[in-house]
């Protein structure tokens, strides 16, 4: 788990630096920044991505992840719970300020695939680079949001722990039964979804990678019934 212990140790960081900064800091750094951050995204998709062993995998998982993604519409869903929660928590009291900081850094850093597939890749593989990445992305973002929205931010490292962790602890769980073939396929899934982040990032396009996230299961799924049938 040392993936998420150093994301909630980035989050805790830069909640503390943003307390200091409480005026905030000139947009234009912020977005340099995060640019930046969204080019090492990519590069650490493309080095998932080039995992895979058949393509095709890869591929089909996409498509077919995208179409059960879509059908169950994933990213409506998150929106609508993000909605609730702001509506929930979010008025105009002390408390309500604090849990609005709260609500906010928490969907910001657990609703997403970098959040999942980063946790199964640290479970599965024991290497938390996707994690790591996500950590230095954090922890800017807690250092932007804590100067404008107050301590309440620093809270949500907790759902970051015990959400990350328990996904990382039962991938450990799931790991020695999964051969490393199947474990490539289904990493290099996730990494074009990595990818996909990364572009968001940098504000090219936007793709909606909530709707992708089966795709990483259809991949696990598709990889162990070739090596099983088909090998």
Known sequence: MIGTIVNTAAIVAGALVGLTIRKGIPERFGDTIMQGLGLAVILIGLQMAFQTQNPLIVIGSIVVGAIIGELIDIERWLSRFGTWLEGRFGNGSESGGIARGFV????????????????????????????????????????????????????????????????????????????????????ATGGLLILAIGINVLGMTRIRVGNLLPAIFVAALAAIVIERFFA
């Open 104 to 187: 906010t850094a928490s969907l910001l850093y657990c609703v997403g695939a970098m959040a999942i597939m980063g946790a199964l890749e640290d479970g599965l593989t024991g290497q938390p680079n996707t994690l790591f990445a996500k950590s230095m992305l954090d922890g800017v973002a807690s250092v932007i949001l804590t100067s404008t929205l107050g301590i309440g931010v620093i809270f949500s490292a907790v759902p970051v722990f015990v959400y990350q962790g328990g996904i990382t602890l039962a991938a450990s769980w799931v790991a020695p039964v999964l051969s490393p073939w199947v474990i490539a396929e289904l990493t």
